[in-house]
């Protein structure tokens, strides 16, 4: 159930985002055959819901509409209704997860990012297993509709990674917002969840390549103990790098066409980032650690 309402939510993200952008190219069938797929649990596992609000006959009573919306390309039609009745649906299912479910959900993250990580990184997953093993629940808390919240602290300063309630959405309007899409190349320092990087891996740009460098296998671990990241983990044009050092970071950046290069800052504190903003002032490249030295009063993302 949880993976096909957020696959909804993901699916809405990227309608609206190709809605803003005049580009309607979105298939409906997936987006039926999950809507179909949540009815179908939502009326088998009657006990489990009882005691919600969530009506499933809803979902059921919009396939045939959205079919015929899709078919008269009705697209304000479709965008009203994934912002509307359906995603308080899939808020409300996620929302319902997390609170009946959660320690459930989070071992099923963990094993299925875990099966990612194999694939690539064999040696980094057994560190990370490792820590998971010593997991104590610092820097994890409950925050509502949002599920559960990964935070960093430095003395009496917290501040939230990322949202497990439609990560994707905010990803994509952060993206957008920063323009990381205009860049052929990204590197990110400090990995925070990594949902910008969804702007980026959209069908119409598979072209982009982006460089993670997770700078603290802790937080790390703590990030695919609690959100579903297997996809980045393995898709082919995003590669990661494991406990790499300020000084390592600046010498892999390919400064030969620097205007089409972004430098995407996802860790707050360190003592490094003021090297990083001087490498980045002197070699004219784009980048949002402005927003990390000087706004700190300012939420990260959303």
Same mark, same amino acid.
């Given at each position: 159930m949880f993976f096909a309402a957020n696959w909804i939510r993901d699916y809405s993200s990227n309608f609206n985002r190709n809605y803003r952008n005049q580009n309607m190219k979105l298939e409906t069938d997936l987006l039926i055959s999950y809507m179909k797929k949540i009815h179908k649990i939502g009326l088998t596992d009657v006990l489990y819901w009882q005691d919600t609000d969530i009506d499933f006959q809803v979902i059921c009573g919009q396939i045939d509409a959205i079919k015929q919306a899709a078919e008269a390309c009705d697209y304000v039609y479709i965008y009203d209704k994934l912002n509307g009745e359906l995603r308080k649906i899939v808020n409300d299912i996620s929302e319902t997860l997390f609170n009946k479910s959660a320690e459930e959900l989070k071992?099923? %993250?963990?094993? #299925?990012?875990? /099966?990612? =990580?194999?694939?690539?990184y064999p040696e980094v997953l057994q560190k990370l297993k490792a820590i998971h093993s010593e997991e104590n629940g610092e820097c994890i808390r409950p925050y509502g509709l949002r599920g559960r919240v990964v935070y960093t602290e430095n003395g009496k300063e917290e501040s939230d990674l990322f949202s497990a309630c439609n990560p994707n959405d905010v990803g994509i309007r952060t993206a957008e917002k920063l323009e990381i899409g205009r860049y052929s190349k990204t590197y990110v320092w400090g990995y925070n969840g990594g949902f910008e990087i969804s702007e980026l891996l959209m069908p119409d740009r598979q072209g982009a390549d982006v460089e993670i460098y997770v700078t603290d296998l802790r937080l790390f671990e703590r990030i695919l103990s609690n959100v579903h990241r297997s996809w980045l983990l393995v898709v082919e044009n995003v590669s990661w790098k494991f406990e790499v050092s300020m000084d390592e970071f600046l010498n892999r950046i390919d400064l030969r066409d620097s205007n089409d290069i972004y #430098? =995407?800052? $996802?860790?707050?504190? $360190?003592? /490094? !980032? $003021?090297? !990083?903003?001087? %490498?980045i002032d002197r070699n004219s490249i784009n980048s949002n650690i402005e927003s990390f030295l000087y706004k700190k009063e300012e939420p990260l993302y959303g």
């Open positions: 071992e099923c %993250f963990w094993k #299925i990012n875990c /099966d990612a =990580l194999q694939k690539r #430098i =995407l800052v $996802g860790e707050r504190y $360190g003592n /490094d !980032l $003021g090297k !990083l903003k001087a %490498f």
